[in-house]
Protein backbone atom coordinates (compact mmCIF):
# COMPACT_ATOMS: atom_id res chain seq x y z
CA UNK A 1 0.00 0.00 0.00
CA UNK A 2 1.13 3.62 -0.64
CA UNK A 3 -0.20 7.43 -0.67
CA UNK A 4 -1.18 8.55 -4.27
CA UNK A 5 2.26 10.40 -4.93
CA UNK A 6 3.86 6.99 -4.27
CA UNK A 7 2.25 5.69 -7.92
CA UNK A 8 4.24 6.96 -11.34
CA UNK A 9 1.46 5.50 -13.43
CA UNK A 10 -2.21 4.62 -13.04
CA UNK A 11 -4.52 2.87 -15.71
CA UNK A 12 -7.88 2.47 -15.35
CA UNK A 13 -10.27 0.65 -17.72
CA UNK A 14 -8.23 0.95 -20.45
CA UNK A 15 -9.28 -0.34 -24.07
CA UNK A 16 -8.29 -0.17 -27.69
CA UNK A 17 -10.20 -1.10 -30.70
CA UNK A 18 -8.21 -1.45 -34.26
CA UNK A 19 -10.44 -1.99 -36.96
CA UNK A 20 -13.58 -3.19 -35.00
CA UNK A 21 -11.66 -5.44 -32.93
CA UNK A 22 -10.61 -5.46 -29.74
CA UNK A 23 -7.29 -5.21 -28.94
CA UNK A 24 -7.15 -4.23 -25.09
CA UNK A 25 -9.90 -4.73 -22.87
CA UNK A 26 -10.79 -3.03 -19.81
CA UNK A 27 -6.82 -2.84 -18.51
CA UNK A 28 -6.57 -1.23 -14.83
CA UNK A 29 -3.27 -1.21 -12.87
CA UNK A 30 -1.01 0.80 -10.55
CA UNK A 31 2.66 0.84 -10.66
CA UNK A 32 5.05 2.40 -7.95
CA UNK A 33 7.75 4.76 -8.63
CA UNK A 34 11.22 3.05 -8.47
CA UNK A 35 9.59 -0.47 -9.41
CA UNK A 36 10.31 -2.32 -12.60
CA UNK A 37 7.30 -4.04 -13.92
CA UNK A 38 7.46 -7.25 -16.65
CA UNK A 39 4.40 -7.17 -19.07
CA UNK A 40 3.82 -10.72 -20.73
CA UNK A 41 1.93 -13.26 -22.21
CA UNK A 42 1.36 -14.88 -25.40
CA UNK A 43 2.03 -13.61 -29.02
CA UNK A 44 -0.82 -11.14 -30.08
CA UNK A 45 -1.85 -10.78 -26.56
CA UNK A 46 -1.30 -6.89 -27.09
CA UNK A 47 1.65 -6.49 -25.12
CA UNK A 48 3.31 -3.82 -27.70
CA UNK A 49 -0.29 -1.94 -28.00
CA UNK A 50 -0.25 -1.50 -24.44
CA UNK A 51 2.88 0.24 -24.66
CA UNK A 52 1.53 2.83 -27.70
CA UNK A 53 -1.95 3.46 -25.73
CA UNK A 54 0.79 4.25 -22.25
CA UNK A 55 3.18 6.51 -24.64
CA UNK A 56 -0.30 8.34 -26.58
CA UNK A 57 0.56 6.68 -29.58
CA UNK A 58 -2.32 4.87 -30.29
CA UNK A 59 -5.99 6.35 -29.90
CA UNK A 60 -7.63 4.23 -27.04
CA UNK A 61 -10.30 4.97 -24.61
CA UNK A 62 -9.85 4.63 -20.69
CA UNK A 63 -7.22 6.89 -18.71
CA UNK A 64 -3.71 6.69 -18.52
CA UNK A 65 -2.67 8.82 -15.79
CA UNK A 66 1.34 9.49 -15.59
CA UNK A 67 2.57 11.52 -12.39
CA UNK A 68 3.00 15.50 -13.38
CA UNK A 69 5.26 15.93 -15.92
CA UNK A 70 6.91 12.84 -15.53
CA UNK A 71 9.66 12.27 -18.20
CA UNK A 72 9.69 8.87 -20.78
CA UNK A 73 12.69 6.91 -22.19
CA UNK A 74 11.40 4.01 -24.49
CA UNK A 75 12.98 1.68 -26.70
CA UNK A 76 10.79 0.14 -29.17
CA UNK A 77 11.23 -3.52 -30.48
CA UNK A 78 11.67 -2.79 -33.77
CA UNK A 79 13.85 0.15 -35.65
CA UNK A 80 15.78 -0.48 -38.66
CA UNK A 81 19.22 0.81 -38.75
CA UNK A 82 20.63 -1.59 -41.59
CA UNK A 83 20.79 1.27 -44.45
CA UNK A 84 21.61 4.55 -42.33
CA UNK A 85 25.06 5.55 -42.60
CA UNK A 86 24.33 6.98 -38.64
CA UNK A 87 27.01 6.92 -36.04
CA UNK A 88 26.45 6.63 -32.61
CA UNK A 89 27.51 10.07 -32.22
CA UNK A 90 24.82 11.63 -34.69
CA UNK A 91 22.08 9.01 -33.40
CA UNK A 92 22.53 10.25 -29.55
CA UNK A 93 22.88 14.43 -30.91
CA UNK A 94 19.51 13.85 -32.10
CA UNK A 95 18.40 14.11 -28.79
CA UNK A 96 21.12 15.75 -26.97
CA UNK A 97 24.35 17.27 -27.10
CA UNK A 98 25.18 16.87 -23.72
CA UNK A 99 25.85 13.95 -21.51
CA UNK A 100 26.87 11.73 -24.27
CA UNK A 101 29.60 10.13 -22.31
CA UNK A 102 27.79 9.59 -19.44
CA UNK A 103 24.82 7.82 -21.04
CA UNK A 104 27.14 5.39 -22.74
CA UNK A 105 28.98 4.65 -19.78
CA UNK A 106 26.15 4.17 -18.30
CA UNK A 107 24.73 1.24 -20.38
CA UNK A 108 28.49 -0.29 -20.55
CA UNK A 109 30.05 1.05 -23.95
CA UNK A 110 33.05 2.80 -24.16
CA UNK A 111 32.10 6.17 -25.51
CA UNK A 112 36.15 5.85 -27.08
CA UNK A 113 35.16 3.23 -28.76
CA UNK A 114 31.79 3.28 -30.22
CA UNK A 115 30.92 7.21 -30.63
CA UNK A 116 32.06 7.39 -34.15
CA UNK A 117 31.53 4.06 -34.78
CA UNK A 118 28.41 3.62 -36.96
CA UNK A 119 24.95 1.94 -35.53
CA UNK A 120 24.72 -0.56 -38.82
CA UNK A 121 28.11 -2.30 -37.95
CA UNK A 122 27.48 -2.42 -34.24
CA UNK A 123 26.96 -5.84 -32.43
CA UNK A 124 23.24 -7.07 -31.20
CA UNK A 125 24.01 -6.18 -28.03
CA UNK A 126 25.51 -3.12 -28.72
CA UNK A 127 22.98 -1.55 -30.68
CA UNK A 128 20.50 -2.56 -28.32
CA UNK A 129 22.39 -0.59 -25.48
CA UNK A 130 23.34 2.64 -27.82
CA UNK A 131 19.35 2.89 -28.03
CA UNK A 132 18.94 2.38 -24.51
CA UNK A 133 21.65 5.15 -24.18
CA UNK A 134 19.66 7.25 -26.03
CA UNK A 135 16.56 6.79 -24.25
CA UNK A 136 18.17 7.73 -20.91
CA UNK A 137 20.75 10.63 -22.09
CA UNK A 138 17.88 13.03 -21.24
CA UNK A 139 17.72 11.64 -17.04
CA UNK A 140 14.06 9.77 -17.79
CA UNK A 141 11.59 8.68 -14.93
CA UNK A 142 10.08 5.95 -16.57
CA UNK A 143 11.76 4.01 -19.49
CA UNK A 144 9.83 1.23 -21.72
CA UNK A 145 11.65 -1.19 -23.22
CA UNK A 146 9.43 -3.18 -25.61
CA UNK A 147 12.17 -6.96 -25.55
CA UNK A 148 14.78 -5.00 -24.96
CA UNK A 149 16.70 -7.91 -25.63
CA UNK A 150 15.39 -9.14 -29.85
CA UNK A 151 18.15 -10.04 -31.95
CA UNK A 152 20.66 -10.39 -28.92
CA UNK A 153 22.80 -13.63 -27.76
CA UNK A 154 22.13 -14.87 -24.25
CA UNK A 155 25.04 -13.86 -22.60
CA UNK A 156 24.04 -10.00 -23.94
CA UNK A 157 20.73 -10.41 -22.92
CA UNK A 158 21.53 -11.11 -18.91
CA UNK A 159 24.20 -8.10 -19.05
CA UNK A 160 21.67 -6.16 -20.49
CA UNK A 161 19.03 -7.01 -18.19
CA UNK A 162 21.87 -6.50 -15.08
CA UNK A 163 22.66 -3.43 -16.30
CA UNK A 164 19.05 -2.32 -16.63
CA UNK A 165 18.83 -2.97 -12.83
CA UNK A 166 21.80 -1.26 -12.21
CA UNK A 167 20.08 1.82 -13.80
CA UNK A 168 17.03 1.25 -11.96
CA UNK A 169 18.69 1.19 -8.43
CA UNK A 170 21.08 4.02 -9.15
CA UNK A 171 18.48 6.38 -10.61
CA UNK A 172 15.19 4.91 -8.51
CA UNK A 173 14.32 4.99 -12.71
CA UNK A 174 10.77 3.18 -13.00
CA UNK A 175 10.60 0.56 -15.71
CA UNK A 176 8.20 -1.57 -17.68
CA UNK A 177 9.68 -4.38 -20.28
CA UNK A 178 7.83 -6.77 -22.38
CA UNK A 179 9.84 -10.28 -22.28
CA UNK A 180 9.01 -13.78 -23.08
CA UNK A 181 11.95 -15.37 -20.65
CA UNK A 182 10.52 -16.67 -17.28
CA UNK A 183 13.99 -16.28 -15.90
CA UNK A 184 14.58 -12.74 -16.69
CA UNK A 185 11.60 -11.64 -15.68
CA UNK A 186 11.59 -13.45 -12.56
CA UNK A 187 15.26 -12.19 -11.63
CA UNK A 188 15.24 -8.60 -12.93
CA UNK A 189 11.00 -7.38 -12.56
CA UNK A 190 9.43 -6.55 -9.21
CA UNK A 191 5.75 -7.22 -10.74
CA UNK A 192 4.47 -8.98 -14.11
CA UNK A 193 1.35 -7.80 -15.64
CA UNK A 194 0.27 -10.62 -17.50
CA UNK A 195 -1.92 -10.21 -20.76
CA UNK A 196 -4.06 -11.65 -23.23
CA UNK A 197 -6.77 -8.95 -23.98
CA UNK A 198 -7.46 -8.15 -20.72
CA UNK A 199 -5.27 -8.59 -17.36
CA UNK A 200 -5.36 -12.60 -17.00
CA UNK A 201 -2.70 -12.01 -13.96
CA UNK A 202 -1.51 -8.90 -11.40
CA UNK A 203 1.40 -9.86 -9.12
CA UNK A 204 4.92 -10.36 -7.69
CA UNK A 205 7.58 -11.36 -10.58
CA UNK A 206 8.15 -14.20 -8.26
CA UNK A 207 5.23 -15.89 -9.23
CA UNK A 208 6.06 -16.83 -12.50
CA UNK A 209 7.40 -19.78 -11.60
CA UNK A 210 4.71 -21.66 -10.27
CA UNK A 211 3.58 -23.76 -13.39
CA UNK A 212 -0.28 -22.68 -12.53
CA UNK A 213 0.52 -19.19 -12.76
CA UNK A 214 2.20 -19.73 -16.23
CA UNK A 215 -0.66 -21.76 -17.16
CA UNK A 216 -2.70 -18.69 -16.29
CA UNK A 217 -0.51 -16.67 -18.03
CA UNK A 218 -0.06 -18.86 -21.66
CA UNK A 219 -3.43 -20.63 -21.41
CA UNK A 220 -6.99 -19.97 -21.93
CA UNK A 221 -7.55 -16.19 -21.00
CA UNK A 222 -9.56 -15.77 -17.85
CA UNK A 223 -9.96 -12.13 -17.16
CA UNK A 224 -9.34 -10.79 -13.63
CA UNK A 225 -9.38 -7.25 -12.25
CA UNK A 226 -6.53 -5.72 -10.55
CA UNK A 227 -7.57 -3.75 -7.14
CA UNK A 228 -3.90 -2.35 -6.05
CA UNK B 1 31.45 32.28 -71.72
CA UNK B 2 27.72 33.63 -72.40
CA UNK B 3 25.61 35.10 -70.24
CA UNK B 4 22.94 32.31 -70.99
CA UNK B 5 25.44 29.48 -70.14
CA UNK B 6 26.44 31.41 -66.69
CA UNK B 7 22.73 31.25 -65.63
CA UNK B 8 22.55 28.03 -66.72
CA UNK B 9 25.73 27.39 -64.55
CA UNK B 10 24.13 28.58 -61.74
CA UNK B 11 21.03 26.74 -62.00
CA UNK B 12 22.75 23.75 -62.44
CA UNK B 13 24.72 23.93 -59.31
CA UNK B 14 22.07 25.08 -57.04
CA UNK B 15 19.32 22.33 -58.40
CA UNK B 16 22.35 19.90 -58.20
CA UNK B 17 23.26 20.68 -54.78
CA UNK B 18 19.50 20.51 -53.75
CA UNK B 19 18.70 17.95 -55.45
CA UNK B 20 21.64 15.65 -53.86
CA UNK B 21 20.68 17.18 -50.58
CA UNK B 22 16.85 16.04 -50.72
CA UNK B 23 18.37 12.76 -52.85
CA UNK B 24 19.87 11.43 -49.65
CA UNK B 25 17.27 11.08 -47.71
CA UNK B 26 15.18 9.79 -50.68
CA UNK B 27 17.65 7.21 -51.24
CA UNK B 28 17.99 5.87 -47.37
CA UNK B 29 13.91 6.02 -47.47
CA UNK B 30 14.28 3.34 -50.50
CA UNK B 31 12.29 6.03 -52.86
CA UNK B 32 14.73 6.38 -55.81
CA UNK B 33 11.96 5.11 -58.09
CA UNK B 34 9.99 7.79 -56.38
CA UNK B 35 12.35 10.83 -57.14
CA UNK B 36 12.56 9.54 -60.86
CA UNK B 37 8.92 8.81 -61.61
CA UNK B 38 7.59 12.29 -59.35
CA UNK B 39 9.16 13.83 -62.19
CA UNK B 40 7.34 12.97 -64.83
CA UNK B 41 4.27 13.80 -63.33
CA UNK B 42 5.11 17.58 -64.43
CA UNK B 43 5.32 17.05 -67.43
CA UNK B 44 1.22 17.98 -68.00
CA UNK B 45 1.85 21.25 -66.13
CA UNK B 46 5.04 21.72 -68.34
CA UNK B 47 2.77 21.29 -71.40
CA UNK B 48 -0.07 23.82 -70.01
CA UNK B 49 2.56 26.24 -69.69
CA UNK B 50 3.76 26.16 -73.07
CA UNK B 51 0.35 26.03 -74.36
CA UNK B 52 -1.15 28.72 -72.44
CA UNK B 53 1.68 30.67 -72.59
CA UNK B 54 3.13 31.09 -68.60
CA UNK B 55 6.39 29.93 -67.08
CA UNK B 56 6.35 26.30 -67.10
CA UNK B 57 7.80 25.95 -64.21
CA UNK B 58 4.36 27.00 -62.14
CA UNK B 59 2.53 24.37 -64.25
CA UNK B 60 5.63 21.90 -63.29
CA UNK B 61 5.22 22.67 -59.93
CA UNK B 62 1.64 22.95 -59.68
CA UNK B 63 1.19 19.55 -61.19
CA UNK B 64 4.22 17.66 -59.01
CA UNK B 65 2.49 19.44 -55.57
CA UNK B 66 -0.94 18.55 -56.66
CA UNK B 67 0.42 14.83 -57.15
CA UNK B 68 2.89 14.74 -53.88
CA UNK B 69 -0.45 15.71 -51.74
CA UNK B 70 -2.75 13.22 -53.50
CA UNK B 71 0.35 10.44 -53.37
CA UNK B 72 0.72 11.39 -49.68
CA UNK B 73 -3.21 11.51 -48.89
CA UNK B 74 -4.18 8.15 -50.55
CA UNK B 75 -0.35 6.78 -49.21
CA UNK B 76 -2.67 7.49 -45.76
CA UNK B 77 -6.00 6.12 -45.96
CA UNK B 78 -5.23 3.01 -48.09
CA UNK B 79 -1.80 2.08 -46.25
CA UNK B 80 -0.27 1.23 -50.04
CA UNK B 81 3.36 2.28 -50.79
CA UNK B 82 4.72 5.35 -52.08
CA UNK B 83 6.28 3.20 -54.83
CA UNK B 84 2.85 1.52 -55.71
CA UNK B 85 1.01 5.28 -56.18
CA UNK B 86 3.96 7.49 -57.58
CA UNK B 87 3.82 4.24 -60.59
CA UNK B 88 0.03 4.75 -61.06
CA UNK B 89 0.34 8.35 -61.10
CA UNK B 90 3.40 9.00 -62.93
CA UNK B 91 2.48 6.62 -66.08
CA UNK B 92 -0.42 9.00 -66.75
CA UNK B 93 0.88 11.60 -66.19
CA UNK B 94 3.59 11.19 -68.74
CA UNK B 95 0.67 9.54 -71.16
CA UNK B 96 -1.23 13.46 -71.06
CA UNK B 97 1.92 14.99 -70.93
CA UNK B 98 3.17 13.45 -74.23
CA UNK B 99 -0.72 14.09 -75.47
CA UNK B 100 -0.51 17.65 -74.95
CA UNK B 101 2.90 18.81 -75.41
CA UNK B 102 3.45 20.81 -78.49
CA UNK B 103 5.68 18.42 -80.86
CA UNK B 104 8.45 21.09 -81.08
CA UNK B 105 8.67 21.46 -77.12
CA UNK B 106 8.75 18.08 -76.51
CA UNK B 107 12.19 17.04 -76.80
CA UNK B 108 12.77 20.58 -74.64
CA UNK B 109 10.70 19.33 -72.02
CA UNK B 110 11.93 15.41 -71.55
CA UNK B 111 15.28 16.38 -71.80
CA UNK B 112 16.03 20.51 -71.05
CA UNK B 113 17.31 22.98 -72.63
CA UNK B 114 19.92 25.66 -71.61
CA UNK B 115 19.57 27.93 -75.05
CA UNK B 116 16.49 29.52 -73.54
CA UNK B 117 17.56 30.20 -69.34
CA UNK B 118 16.79 33.71 -68.41
CA UNK B 119 17.85 35.91 -65.72
CA UNK B 120 14.42 35.35 -63.85
CA UNK B 121 14.93 31.83 -64.28
CA UNK B 122 18.25 31.77 -62.48
CA UNK B 123 16.75 33.65 -59.63
CA UNK B 124 13.60 31.92 -58.94
CA UNK B 125 16.14 28.72 -59.14
CA UNK B 126 18.68 29.76 -56.99
CA UNK B 127 15.99 31.18 -54.24
CA UNK B 128 14.17 27.72 -54.20
CA UNK B 129 16.73 25.94 -54.16
CA UNK B 130 18.32 27.63 -51.21
CA UNK B 131 14.48 27.68 -49.37
CA UNK B 132 14.12 24.07 -50.03
CA UNK B 133 17.56 23.46 -48.77
CA UNK B 134 16.93 25.39 -45.46
CA UNK B 135 13.68 23.56 -44.95
CA UNK B 136 15.23 20.22 -45.58
CA UNK B 137 18.52 20.53 -42.82
CA UNK B 138 15.29 21.39 -40.32
CA UNK B 139 13.78 17.65 -40.68
CA UNK B 140 15.91 16.28 -41.58
CA UNK B 141 16.81 14.63 -38.41
CA UNK B 142 13.16 14.17 -37.81
CA UNK B 143 12.77 11.57 -41.40
CA UNK B 144 15.73 10.20 -40.35
CA UNK B 145 13.87 8.86 -37.51
CA UNK B 146 11.39 8.36 -38.87
CA UNK B 147 13.29 5.55 -40.62
CA UNK B 148 15.01 4.56 -38.16
CA UNK B 149 11.97 3.99 -35.70
CA UNK B 150 8.21 5.31 -36.59
CA UNK B 151 7.03 4.99 -32.77
CA UNK B 152 10.58 5.90 -31.42
CA UNK B 153 9.98 9.03 -33.75
CA UNK B 154 5.94 9.44 -32.84
CA UNK B 155 7.23 9.33 -29.42
CA UNK B 156 9.65 12.04 -29.14
CA UNK B 157 6.78 14.43 -30.68
CA UNK B 158 7.32 14.27 -33.90
CA UNK B 159 4.89 14.48 -36.83
CA UNK B 160 5.77 11.82 -39.48
CA UNK B 161 3.26 12.29 -41.35
CA UNK B 162 3.93 15.90 -41.70
CA UNK B 163 7.00 15.58 -42.26
CA UNK B 164 6.88 13.34 -44.93
CA UNK B 165 4.24 15.32 -46.70
CA UNK B 166 6.53 18.58 -46.49
CA UNK B 167 9.78 16.37 -47.67
CA UNK B 168 7.54 15.51 -50.48
CA UNK B 169 6.69 19.02 -51.48
CA UNK B 170 10.37 20.31 -51.24
CA UNK B 171 10.90 17.15 -53.55
CA UNK B 172 8.37 18.38 -56.34
CA UNK B 173 10.16 22.00 -55.53
CA UNK B 174 13.98 21.07 -56.95
CA UNK B 175 12.04 18.78 -59.29
CA UNK B 176 10.16 21.59 -60.73
CA UNK B 177 13.27 24.19 -61.08
CA UNK B 178 15.47 21.02 -62.47
CA UNK B 179 13.39 20.53 -65.01
CA UNK B 180 14.54 23.80 -67.12
CA UNK B 181 18.02 22.46 -67.53
CA UNK B 182 18.09 18.32 -67.07
CA UNK B 183 14.41 17.96 -68.39
CA UNK B 184 11.58 15.72 -67.12
CA UNK B 185 12.48 12.67 -67.70
CA UNK B 186 15.86 12.97 -66.73
CA UNK B 187 15.30 15.69 -63.57
CA UNK B 188 14.50 11.97 -61.03
CA UNK B 189 18.54 11.33 -61.41
CA UNK B 190 19.66 14.23 -60.03
CA UNK B 191 17.82 13.06 -56.50
CA UNK B 192 19.50 9.49 -56.72
CA UNK B 193 22.11 8.85 -58.55
CA UNK B 194 24.21 11.63 -56.50
CA UNK B 195 23.15 10.00 -53.29
CA UNK B 196 23.91 6.39 -54.24
CA UNK B 197 27.38 7.59 -55.07
CA UNK B 198 27.95 9.45 -51.99
CA UNK B 199 26.25 6.60 -49.70
CA UNK B 200 29.24 4.23 -51.45
CA UNK B 201 32.18 6.00 -49.43
CA UNK B 202 30.46 7.82 -46.78
CA UNK B 203 31.06 6.88 -43.21
CA UNK B 204 28.89 9.22 -41.74
CA UNK B 205 25.06 10.56 -41.98
CA UNK B 206 26.68 14.68 -42.14
CA UNK B 207 29.42 13.59 -44.90
CA UNK B 208 26.90 11.42 -46.58
CA UNK B 209 24.68 14.32 -46.85
CA UNK B 210 27.63 16.67 -47.64
CA UNK B 211 28.66 14.41 -50.71
CA UNK B 212 25.44 14.16 -52.11
CA UNK B 213 24.63 17.46 -52.25
CA UNK B 214 28.42 18.14 -53.97
CA UNK B 215 27.43 15.08 -56.28
CA UNK B 216 24.80 16.31 -57.23
CA UNK B 217 26.84 19.94 -58.19
CA UNK B 218 29.43 18.89 -60.21
CA UNK B 219 27.19 16.47 -62.36
CA UNK B 220 24.58 19.31 -63.01
CA UNK B 221 27.25 21.74 -63.93
CA UNK B 222 29.58 19.62 -65.62
CA UNK B 223 26.68 18.45 -67.97
CA UNK B 224 26.00 21.73 -69.15
CA UNK B 225 29.39 22.64 -69.60
CA UNK B 226 29.68 19.50 -71.62
CA UNK B 227 26.12 20.48 -73.40
CA UNK B 228 27.75 23.84 -74.05
CA UNK B 229 30.56 22.73 -75.59
CA UNK B 230 28.91 19.74 -77.54
CA UNK B 231 25.68 21.26 -78.55
CA UNK B 232 23.98 18.27 -77.32
CA UNK B 233 21.18 18.26 -74.91
CA UNK B 234 21.86 19.02 -71.49
CA UNK B 235 19.91 16.18 -69.88
CA UNK B 236 21.76 13.18 -70.86
CA UNK B 237 25.27 14.97 -70.39
CA UNK B 238 24.19 15.19 -67.02
CA UNK B 239 22.96 11.56 -66.04
CA UNK B 240 26.66 10.96 -68.07
CA UNK B 241 28.50 13.48 -66.11
CA UNK B 242 26.65 11.36 -62.78
CA UNK B 243 27.29 8.05 -63.89
CA UNK B 244 30.86 8.51 -63.97
CA UNK B 245 31.20 10.11 -60.47
CA UNK B 246 29.24 7.20 -59.51
CA UNK B 247 31.55 4.92 -61.05
CA UNK B 248 34.34 6.36 -59.40
CA UNK B 249 33.19 5.57 -56.20
CA UNK B 250 32.40 1.92 -56.60
CA UNK B 251 35.89 2.20 -57.79
CA UNK B 252 37.18 4.29 -54.65
CA UNK B 253 35.24 1.58 -52.68
CA UNK B 254 36.57 -1.46 -54.07
CA UNK B 255 39.87 -0.13 -53.98
CA UNK B 256 40.12 1.29 -50.74
CA UNK B 257 38.13 -1.12 -49.22
CA UNK B 258 35.67 1.20 -47.62
CA UNK B 259 32.94 -0.85 -45.90
CA UNK B 260 29.88 1.45 -45.40
Redesign the interface.
Known amino acids: MGSQDDYILNVSNLSVELQSQTILEDISFKLKRGMTLAIVGPNGAGKTVLF?AL?N?MPHTGKVDWSNRVK?G?V?Q????S?????VK??LL??SASGMENALSSVGLDSEEVL?K?LN?LSGGQLRRALIAWAIIDSPEVLLFDEPTTGVDLDSEESIYRMLKELEKKNNITILLISHSTHIIEQYSDYMLALNRCVTFFGESKEIADPSIQKIIYGEPVCVHVKE | MTETLIFSLLIAVAVGFSAGYLGSLMVLKKMALVGDALSHVALPGLALGILFNFNPFFGAFGFLFGSAVIIWYLGRITKLSFETLVGAMFTLALAIGILIVPEPDLLEALFGDITKVALMDTILAVIIAILAMLLTKIIYNKIILGMISEDLAVSNGINVSRTNLLYLLLVSLVVAIGIKIVGTLLVGFLVVTPAAAAKNISSNLSRYAMLSSVFGAISASSGILLSSYLSLPSGPLVVLSGIAIFLFTVLARWRLKIDT
Open positions: KLLIYPHFSVDIPITEFFKNRI
